[in-house]
């Protein structure tokens, strides 16, 4: 397993491909350090003995002891130590700590190879590939990230019926020794600190569309991938020290006629698998959001709950209410992936066939409790950042910055004034307001909040797929069997 430090001299090693305010930066560029920093927590996580059982794992394929952010979940406990190492580490760090979107990918396209090999009865070797490539990522302690998301051009039309057939990436060349793709994957979450990007369709695909069905892993500074970033970081502080500095950075990763060898390619054409790709990468990074929302529900509540002691209002009964919904978030959020955990087998949920077996045997979570609780969790982030606003007033959007308070002509007016508990000290007020800023009134906490409603599929995509896969028969049937009605399907609960 690699160190942070290792994790920071690989970053320097790569050939420049990020793309900021129409200048090339480096990878060690300064804008980038905080979202670098979240990903090294993950290496020096694996290495605490505190912390090394929740965050390490061993390889199914080489027995080798391995950062679990590059395990193939191989049980119902892999599942739980997934979820917990994520609740355990984001409040360590931030909203996010980066390494999910890789290890959800990895995961989808482990099954997703298997399978499409399967239909194709030996004709090609993308499990094979797969393997190989997850050999190499696991021992050199690689970070993935993930790139599903297209552009998708006109909202209502398929990727075959876009105006421009680029809205969404797809294969325009097939080689000897590889293929060549082109499109662009939008707001991929730590793709310019990541060491790979593994790409993956974002839609269910028709026959007409296996051009678009395709899936692949890169280096990130691949030849003729560029990417254009949009780093969100907590307001530089030089005098009032944070514990952490939290950070993360998207970007457009532009394909323009990128070649891919056939060794990195784990499915092309297979349209029915690059659906099911899309459903279960989608189904991993929900399942993981029941570890990350419910931690930074951790946050949010320790934010509200000081504020409220800081206001003097802790015991209010307004106060308490709005308490108590921050921690029904969380927990039912954090319940609903462990028993997405639980239930979690090696089997995916087909239209028409219910759950059947998928892959070669790696667990994957129980879809409808991996859906509902990331939905409740997607739907409330709104709700729980009016909740901080009511709890702490006006003061976390005009609080002074630093240099006002080191300015002595205004920093000891500006402790008398910002002073609110007679018991806290008031260096640990002033750091405490300025970080709850950071959480609700800045450009990072805006950033957080979309991405927190839309990572891994709007609410609407997740209610697709409570509806489409819930056994609402059976419900109609207790109901028929209960007023006497006859009943026309299986009573049963499929
Ligand atoms: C901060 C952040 C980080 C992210 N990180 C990643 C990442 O690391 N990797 C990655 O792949 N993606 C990432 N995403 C993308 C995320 O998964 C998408 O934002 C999400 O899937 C929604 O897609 P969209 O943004 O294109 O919204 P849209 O799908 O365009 O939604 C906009 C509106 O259009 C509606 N709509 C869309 N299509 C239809 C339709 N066919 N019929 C009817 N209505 C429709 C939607 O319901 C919604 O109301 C990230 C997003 C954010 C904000």
């Known amino acids: 397993m690699r ?42 996580a694996a290495a605490d003995p505190a912390s090394e059982k929740l965050c390490t794992a061993t390889s199914h394929l080489t027995g080798e002891k391995i950062n679990r952010f590059t395990h193939v979940h191989q049980s119902v406990d892999d599942l739980h130590k997934k979820q917990d190492m994520t609740r355990l580490l984001v409040p360590r760090v931030g909203p996010c700590i980066g390494r999910c979107m890789g290890v959800d990918a990895l995961n989808a396209l482990n099954s997703v190879s298997f399978e499409a090999d399967k239909v194709n009865k030996g004709s090609t070797e993308y499990h094979k590939n797969f393997l190989k490539w997850l050999e190499n990522f696991q021992r050199n302690d690689l970070v993935g990230s993930c790139a599903q998301t297209d552009t998708k051009g006109l909202r209502l039309l398929r990727p075959a019926q876009q105006p421009d057939p680029d809205a969404y990436l797809h294969v325009v060349e097939k080689k000897q020794d590889g293929i060549v793709v082109r499109g662009c994957k939008l707001h991929i979450t730590f793709a310019s600190v990541a060491d790979e990007i593994l790409v993956v369709p974002t839609r269910s695909l028709t026959k007409e569309e296996g051009d678009w069905a395709v899936a692949f892993a890169i280096p990130a500074d691949h030849e003729g991938v560029k990417q254009v970033l949009h780093p969100h ?40 698998h690059g659906g099911i790709c899309a459903l279960l ?13 419910p931690a930074m529900g951790d946050l949010l509540l320790g934010l509200a709950s000081l504020a409220a002691d800081i206001n003097g209002i802790p015991n209010e009964p307004h106060v308490r209410e709005k308490l108590s919904k921050l921690i029904e978030v969380a ?20 239209p028409g066939r219910g759950l059947v077996p998928y892959g070669p045997g790696a667990y994957i979570p129980n879809s409808i409790y991996a859906n509902v609780g990331r939905c409740l969790t997607g739907e409330a982030v709104f709700e729980e950042q009016q909740i901080l606003c009511e709890v702490a ?82 419900r109609k049937n207790l109901v028929k069997a209960m007023a006497g009605m006859p009943i026309t399907a299986p009573a049963k609960k499929k």
Request: aromatic share 16%; charged share 25%; hydrophobic share 35%.
């Open 281 to 293: 990468f989608a189904l991993f990074h929900r399942h993981s959001y029941s570890g990350c929302k």
């Open 331 to 350: 927990e039912l959020g954090y319940a609903a992936g462990y028993t997405a955990s639980d239930l979690g087998k090696p089997e995916v949920y087909m």
């Open 3 to 44: 160190t942070s430090k290792q994790y920071f001299e690989g970053l320097k090693k790569k050939s420049s491909n990020l793309y900021l305010r129409g200048e090339k930066i480096d990878r060690d560029a300064e804008e980038l350090m905080n979202a670098a920093n979240v990903i090294a927590t993950t290496f020096d």
């Open 393 to 474: 007033g006006g003061i976390p959007s005009t609080f002074p910055y630093e240099q006002d308070f080191a300015n002595p002509e205004t920093g000891k007016l500006l402790e008398k004034y910002t002073r609110r508990s007679t018991e806290m000290p008031i260096e640990d007020q002033i750091k405490f307001w300025m970080l709850f800023s950071d959480f609700t009134n800045s450009d990072l906490s805006a950033a957080t909040n979309y991405g927190a409603m839309h990572g891994g599929g709007s609410p609407i995509m997740e209610q697709i797929a409570i509806y489409t896969q819930y056994d609402i028969n059976y």
């Open 233 to 272: 970081n907590m307001r530089k502080r030089t005098q009032i020290k944070r514990g952490f500095d939290f950070g993360f950075v998207d970007s457009y990763v532009i394909f323009d006629n990128v070649f891919i060898p056939w060794e990195r390619v784990f499915l092309c054409g297979e349209y029915q």
